[in-house]
């Protein structure tokens, strides 16, 4: 079939416009094909046909009905023409999957199969991007288990990593997928969605590096060579130049306004650099902004609502920098001058606004984009908002003794980080989502946030309890000669909540993740830490499983870390390892680890794999 003919004298006085997608960025939805694979003899061919489907419809279904982005969309899973058993029928396969632009593969098998001659042609069948996992039956009639181990055993010796899914027990071909089967399923799912979806998309650096931070040095080479994406540098002008022009959309701005005043706000003492209104709508235009520059706004674009606004419509600043992730300097040549981006990054960072309750932007502050792609992944992940936290102090028990009288022993035994951004913290974690949740106390927080994903009513409670729970209040001016509003709450205790860092070493990248929760602090201690740091700012306290907290600030990388709640350091482990990024720190247990089986063979040395086969995309 020959490829339709372009138009080019329709091409030719074509005249651009803004024409919004099915989403808010450009780029293939993740799709995941499933190639079922059997043994080629007549008769036994024959004998797997109907087995190896039941299989197939099995994983199908479990990936359809459980693997969705963060904007809500499906995953595209896509399956073979007809079984895979010989090298044409893989051919087939391979034809097809390139056409729906594949870029994961499950294997599924319940028989022996011709392990390595089906996948011969393509060196495993798409190309050294694809993430690639076989799932072998246990079971007694037919030997799944032997082409299981032969074709991961091949796979590895072409050095492209497999994922292996086997049951530990006997299957029962008639019962639903076994818990520990389809875990591991929906981890590798999960996982190759989120590197699937950043892939070709964009990271926004606004302005350049804040005050001295390595994480803010942005690094162009690393972004596309480990995670597959482009970066998109402007100068903070840019800001400035579209608040002067008048380059957002004022009616949304208004809308933005009142809904900002919804909140608790403290304007300071004293004399400000701006009036009160000012400064809100300062902040609300920035935020807008920075919005439209990341993923553009068909607005700007139309002449009609320019004229009646007051702007003059252009069609190239419209587009954004389709942009899946940001980062702005802010500190210091724009603080001092102009209110700072708290707003801009709380209010972006959480699961709603003056629109309602949307997918997480990820605005990484200071432009620390070494934590705004941790912030991404798991975003990704989970489709949960994220913090992004200064790693303030380390508070042991004793010291917390010797500064307020009270014993938090029993309360925080290993001691806690005072997790405290400078000003700008997603305002859901103000709330525990599992309060929200009929049941939620018995839930685990991503089943919590599922529920919430899935129900307006929830979505409206948890909205109105994160606005109740939040105060925005005027910057400390010492700091921020320009003023500002930052977000302040006190996260509630108790809640599973996951750290990670991304870190360079030189031309090298790697992943801490620490798996803990967050401690409510009697209010003596909590009120305490606050007034000796800085009260304006959100306070997440949080202790570390298996280790001390003064163990993690030992160990953890630099200034900033970023945070997700629940318990998310598995699906961190195993999407690093696609993307060949060793983990250098963390407290996930051994059984919950799923990497390639090419990891045993370098003795489980995460290093020492990921070195061999070097970043995803270099
Ligand atoms: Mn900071």
């Known amino acids: 079939m020959s490829a339709p003919r372009p138009d080019f004298r329709k091409l030719s006085t074509f005249v651009r416009t803004f024409t919004p997608g099915p989403r808010a960025l450009a ?8 190639t079922p694979v059997a043994d080629g003899r007549t008769g036994a061919y024959e004998g797997n046909v109907a087995g190896t489907w039941k299989m197939v419809e099995n994983v199908y279904r479990l990936l359809t009905e459980n693997v969705r982005l963060p904007d809500g969309t499906p995953v595209r899973v896509v399956v073979a023409p007809e079984i895979v058993y010989g090298a044409r029928t893989a051919a087939l396969a391979q034809q097809y999957y390139t056409e729906q632009g594949v870029s994961a593969n499950i294997w599924v098998s319940r028989s022996w199969a011709y392990s390595d001659e089906l996948m011969g042609a393509s060196l495993g069948i798409g190309s050294s991007e694809w993430q690639q996992c076989a799932y072998g039956l246990n079971g007694t009639d037919r030997p799944g288990a032997v082409w299981l181990k032969a074709f991961t055993a091949a796979m590895d010796e ?6 292996c899914v086997y049951s530990p027990d006997l299957e029962n071909e008639n019962d639903p997928l076994t818990p520990h089967v389809a875990g591991r399923l929906l981890s590798f799912a999960r996982c190759a969605a989120a590197v699937a979806e950043m892939r ?18 942005v690094r162009r080479n690393q972004m596309q060579q480990y995670l597959g994406m482009g970066t998109v540098s402007v100068d903070m002008c840019a800001v400035k130049g579209r608040m002067d022009a008048g380059l957002y959309d004022h009616e949304e701005l208004e809308k933005a306004v009142a809904f900002m005043k919804t909140f608790k706000l403290d304007f300071g003492k004293g004399k400000r650099p701006q009036s009160p209104d000012a400064l809100l709508r300062d902040c609300c235009k920035m935020t807008l902004i920075v919005r439209d520059l990341m993923i553009g706004n068909p607005r700007l674009a139309d002449p009609a609502v320019g004229k009646k606004q007051g702007f003059k419509a252009d069609v190239e600043y419209a587009q954004g920098a389709n942009a899946i992730a940001a980062g702005t300097q802010g500190q210091r040549q724009w603080t001092d001058l102009f209110p700072n981006f708290d707003v801009t990054e709380s209010v972006l960072c959480s699961s709603f606004d003056w629109n309602g309750f949307r997918a997480p932007f990820t605005v990484a502050t200071e432009n620390d984009a070494k934590n705004g792609i941790g912030m991404l992944v798991a975003t990704l992940l989970t489709g949960m908002p994220q913090l992004f936290a200064d790693i303030r102090t380390n508070w042991t028990p004793a010291s917390i003794k010797t500064a307020t009288g009270v014993d938090v022993s029993k309360i925080a035994p290993r001691g806690i980080i005072d997790k405290r951004n400078s000003g700008a913290g997603a305002l859901d974690y103000a709330v525990d989502p599992r309060q929200l949740v009929k049941g939620g106390k018995t839930m685990s927080v991503q089943a919590a946030w599922d529920a919430i994903r899935a129900d307006q009513k929830l979505q409206a409670k948890l909205m109105a309890e994160a606005v109740k729970n939040t105060t925005y209040m005027a910057a ?18 108790g809640i599973p909540m996951t750290a990670y860092r991304y870190n360079a070493i030189g031309d090298l990248l790697t992943c801490s993740v620490v798996e803990g929760e967050t401690v ?11 007034q000796v740091t800085d009260k304006t700012w959100p306070e997440t306290y949080w202790t570390p499983y298996g280790m001390t907290s003064f163990e993690y600030m030992s160990k953890i990388g630099p200034n900033h870390d970023a945070n997700s709640f629940g318990l998310i350091g598995a699906d961190l482990i195993t999407l690093n390892a696609m993307l060949r990024i060793p983990v250098d720190l963390h407290n996930v247990a051994a059984d919950k680890i799923f990497r390639p089986t090419m990891w045993d063979r370098f003795g489980g040395d995460d290093f020492r794999a990921c070195a061999a086969l070097g970043p995803l995309y270099a």
Not at 158 to 163: A, L
Not at 202 to 207: A, E, F, I, M, W
Not at 520 to 530: M, Q
């Open 27 to 34: 780029g293939q939805v993740p799709t995941i094909a499933i």
């Open 158 to 163: 072409k050095k492209r990593p497999i994922f």
């Open 200 to 217: 070709g998309k964009n990271y926004l650096s606004v302005g350049g590096v804040s005050m001295g931070i390595i994480g803010s040095d």
């Open 476 to 493: 400390v001016l010492e700091y921020f000669r320009g003023d500002g509003l930052s977000s302040h709450y006190r996260t509630p205790g």
């Open 520 to 530: 409510e602090l009697p209010a003596k201690v909590a009120d305490h830490i606050s």
